[in-house]
């Protein structure tokens, strides 16, 4: 299958990094295809909600948006990485998402399956309450097929994430697809 992953935190090298990587491996032992964007060294523009493209056709931005829409609409999975930013995702993976505008309906279309992997210095139980009910509701509207969530608590810097179970955890949900 080929996967494609949206990593949102702009720390290429920081703890959502952490989880990203170790998906990877599992899924590559699993023999699927990985394409890693870091969404925030690519130039994405926001969406102008102009609805020039009608939900489906040419973005009158024209940007690197062209290259996640290829790969997304030539792949099996969608995976979204991101750090807790406010209790939401970062705004660099947000933009991303906003841009799905021009290509909406082929895109639910795919019926593609999804995943969240996630960090936050929080560990309250509440800690991903939103983000979580914002990917559900993502999930049900773009018809996608969740096929699980690492939520990383008290993943506030690298050294935490790495002594954590969630590196294992991300790796195990890699693996198990
Ligand atoms: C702008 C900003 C907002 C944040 N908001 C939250 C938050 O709402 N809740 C929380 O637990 N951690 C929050 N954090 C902490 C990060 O989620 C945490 O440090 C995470 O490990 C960063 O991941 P990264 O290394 O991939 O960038 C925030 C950090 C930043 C920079």
Redesign the pocket.
Same mark, same amino acid.
């Given at each position: 299958m080929k996967i494609v992953v949206l990593q949102?935190?702009?720390?290429s090298?920081?703890?959502? *990094?952490?989880?990203v990587e170790n998906f990877i491996k599992g899924a590559s032992v699993k023999g699927h295809e990985v394409i890693r964007f870091d969404v925030s060294k690519m130039s994405i523009l926001p969406c102008l909600g102009c609805v020039a493209c009608g939900y489906e056709g040419p973005c009158v931005q024209k940007d690197d948006n062209e290259i996640i829409k290829k790969a997304l609409l030539s792949s099996d999975m969608l995976v979204l990485?991101?750090?807790? &930013?406010? &209790?939401?995702m970062?705004a660099q993976l947000k933009t991303v998402i906003d841009r799905f505008c021009s290509y909406n309906y082929s895109l639910t279309g795919k019926h593609l399956k999804s995943a969240l992997l996630?960090?936050?210095?929080?560990?309250?139980d509440w800690?991903f309450e939103a983000l979580v009910s914002y990917y559900k509701t993502l999930v049900r509207y773009l018809e996608l097929e969740d096929q699980g969530m690492v939520l990383? &608590?008290g993943?506030? *810097?690298?050294s935490?994430?790495k002594h954590s179970k969630y590196p294992q955890e991300a790796y195990q949900l890699g693996y198990s697809l």
């Amino acid at each position: 299958m080929k996967i494609v992953v949206l990593q949102g935190s702009p720390n290429s090298r920081g703890s959502t *990094n952490i989880l990203v990587e170790n998906f990877i491996k599992g899924a590559s032992v699993k023999g699927h295809e990985v394409i890693r964007f870091d969404v925030s060294k690519m130039s994405i523009l926001p969406c102008l909600g102009c609805v020039a493209c009608g939900y489906e056709g040419p973005c009158v931005q024209k940007d690197d948006n062209e290259i996640i829409k290829k790969a997304l609409l030539s792949s099996d999975m969608l995976v979204l990485a991101t750090p807790l &930013y406010y &209790y939401g995702m970062s705004a660099q993976l947000k933009t991303v998402i906003d841009r799905f505008c021009s290509y909406n309906y082929s895109l639910t279309g795919k019926h593609l399956k999804s995943a969240l992997l996630t960090v936050a210095w929080n560990q309250d139980d509440w800690t991903f309450e939103a983000l979580v009910s914002y990917y559900k509701t993502l999930v049900r509207y773009l018809e996608l097929e969740d096929q699980g969530m690492v939520l990383g &608590y008290g993943c506030g *810097n690298v050294s935490m994430t790495k002594h954590s179970k969630y590196p294992q955890e991300a790796y195990q949900l890699g693996y198990s697809l």
